[in-house]
């Protein structure tokens, strides 16, 4: 049973529209984390949480804003979407030190 | 900063050979290292991790890994390889002083022939 749900699976959205990609973990745990996949770049860090209505600037955060209002969920927002968002995105939660649990990603189209 | 790179992007091996991914860091502190595993479409999954003790880890499916400060490296290894293994590999850093966030190499993707 998936322990880290990402909604939706896919999405196609519009160049400066607002996209809301979504995240919600059953694991209990404390840290969430949202991860972009680019072909050639491996995954990249965006933004992550320690703690609900709390959230830290990771890596890449320019163009995103991210949401966690309570412990289970965690969202990632595109209030204008452009052309260079188009990727794969992942969300993770951990409780120990690293060890990752992964969602099955997000593959968004910006057009 | 901490860096990882995994110099083979692809990587193709007969069904029974043995094999490794290669992955070589850099940093400044105590290193926690990781393999990952990604099969189509789906997420990342945990194949084995390392703290600082034993330099030589086990992880599932047959597959293991050794840490070496000297070279800087965290090999990936499995004695044979499976159809099923094929899927894409990716090597990741964190370093306690960095609020242990991972940093991810850019992952080799394995090949299998039957």
């Known amino acids: 049973e998936a322990a880290v749900t990402q909604s939706p699976r896919s999405k196609v959205a519009v160049t400066g529209g607002k996209v809301t990609l979504s995240c919600h973990q059953t694991?209990?745990?404390?840290?969430m984390y949202w991860y972009r996949q680019d072909t050639g770049h491996g995954l990249r860090l965006i933004h992550y949480?320690?703690?609900?209505?709390?959230?830290e600037k990771g890596d890449i955060p320019d163009g995103y804003k991210a949401s966690r209002p309570s412990q289970e969920n965690f969202s990632l927002i595109l209030e204008l979407a452009s052309l260079s968002q188009t990727a794969v995105y992942f969300c993770?939660?951990?409780?120990?030190?690293?060890?990752?649990?992964f969602g099955a990603g997000t593959r968004l189209s910006v057009l | 900063a901490q860096s990882v790179t995994q110099p083979d992007a692809r990587v193709t091996v007969s069904e029974g050979a043995s094999l490794q991914l290669r992955c070589k860091y850099s940093?400044?502190?105590?290193?926690?290292l990781f393999w990952y595993v990604q099969y189509p479409r789906q997420g990342l999954q945990l194949l084995l991790k390392?703290?600082?003790?034993?330099?030589v880890v086990q992880g599932v499916n047959g597959f293991e890994a050794e840490f070496s400060k000297s070279n800087s490296s965290f090999h990936l290894r499995k004695a044979s390889v499976h159809w099923s293994d094929w899927a894409v590999y990716f090597c990741?850093?964190?370093?306690?002083?960095?609020?242990?966030?991972?940093?991810f190499g850019t992952g080799t993707s394995l090949l299998v022939d039957p």
């Open positions: 940093y400044f502190g105590t290193p926690y």
């Open positions: 993770a939660s951990s409780e120990e030190k690293n060890t990752l649990y």
């Open positions: 949480s320690y703690v609900a209505d709390s959230t």
């Open positions: 694991n209990n745990h404390d840290y």
């Open positions: 990741a850093v964190s370093l306690s002083n960095m609020g242990y966030k991972l940093t």
């Open positions: 390392y703290y600082p003790g034993d330099p």
